[in-house]
């Protein structure tokens, strides 16, 4: 019995080949981990460093949205209530995406 204890001691001590490569992909993993910290901190002024509004667009799109839009019913007045095809959203929408995109003397 002393023989077969020895033996089980031994083989246990030995990690596996499935072991060692667990161990190797958990090392792997951690290290991979730690270099690449710093490279996924978000940047809270990204959009605004590439895709820069100016005040004057701001204030356009918000009078667009106080002249334009319903707070009691939620919806845009230029929208018909219940339209009957997608041909009667169309003109209302182009008139609607002009407003936001297109200078307007009122501001």
Known sequence: MNEDDSQTTDSEDIPSENQEFTIGIQRALKETKRKLSASWTTDDTLQEK?????P???SRVAAVI????????????SFPKAPKDM????SPLAYLLNDFILPSSKV
């Open 56 to 58: 004057l667009t701001k």
């Open 87 to 90: 041909v009667a959203l169309a």
């Open 50 to 54: 590439f895709f820069p509004v100016d």
């Open 66 to 77: 106080l002249d334009k839009y319903n707070q009691s019913t939620r919806r845009w007045k």
